[in-house]
């Protein structure tokens, strides 16, 4: 079974553009959530989408959205880039969404470098 | 505010050590709490889970240590390996939905 997949792995943005991270959960898993990985802020969660329907949201201003499609595939968007913003995006899928019956099964990450 | 708080930061161990991984957390509403691998250039992968009505468990060569009164949880590395060598994170979260509140990770080298 594939694994979650993120593209693009790297990314290069200018401060003030706008960016789109995609995300494959694994086949079947219906619940697709975000972290945002830097060394000074560790994991964070961005948000969590179920049946495409956003359930939950981290501490993140709203230049920060996402969305889910109804192949449960699903994106973020970073708008107004700041210099910041530069972080591992992680994209983690399961099956149902409560963690300890299903748990989270992380993609290896988009590196955006905004400059 | 830091609601899991990860220690040491760091840690250097022989080849058959025991890294020891200590996290507290604050929020008593929190019953799941998992342990995850990363290695460079990867996502966080699942290595190990518990849940507060259990003391400890243990999976192959990791073992987590649970104290519900201290708010502290722990992770065992026995005989730990090179290939050992990872930064690990321990987490928390409440039953429902998927938020993972993260410690802040621990980078654990073991020496051949």
């Known amino acids: 079974k594939a694994g979650v997949t993120q593209t693009p792995r790297y990314l290069i943005k200018t401060r003030g553009q706008q960016v789109t991270l995609s995300c494959s959960p694994i086949?079947?898993?219906?619940?697709v959530s975000w972290y945002q990985q830097t060394p000074g802020q560790g994991l964070q969660f961005l948000f969590e989408?179920?049946?495409?329907?956003?359930?939950n949201k981290g501490n993140f201003p709203g230049r920060f959205s996402g969305r889910q499609f109804s192949n449960s595939r699903s994106e973020m968007n970073v708008s107004t880039l700041e210099l910041g913003d530069s972080a591992l995006y992680l994209c983690?899928?399961?099956?149902?969404?409560?963690?300890?019956?299903?748990?989270?099964?992380f993609g290896n990450g988009t590196r955006l470098t905004v400059t | 505010q830091q609601q899991v708080k990860q220690s040491p930061q760091s840690l250097i161990v022989q080849k058959g050590g025991i890294p020891i991984i200590n996290c507290a957390y604050e929020?008593?509403?929190?019953?799941?709490f998992p342990w995850y691998q990363q290695f460079p250039g990867k996502g966080p992968a699942l290595l190990i889970a518990?849940?507060?009505?259990?003391s400890e468990k243990k999976e192959g060569r990791f073992t987590i240590s649970f104290n519900k009164s201290a708010k502290q949880f722990s992770l065992h590395i026995m005989d730990s390996q090179p290939g050992d060598s990872a930064t690990y994170f321990c987490?928390?979260?409440?039953?429902?939905?998927?938020?993972?509140?993260f410690g802040g990770g621990t980078r654990v080298l073991v020496k051949p």
């Open positions: 983690a899928s399961s099956l149902w969404g409560t963690p300890y019956n299903s748990p989270l099964h």
């Open positions: 989408y179920f049946s495409e329907t956003q359930r």
């Open positions: 518990i849940r507060p009505d259990v």
């Open positions: 987490a928390a979260s409440k039953a429902a939905g998927n938020k993972l509140t």
């Open positions: 929020n008593t509403a929190f019953d799941y």
């Open positions: 086949s079947g898993h219906r619940s």
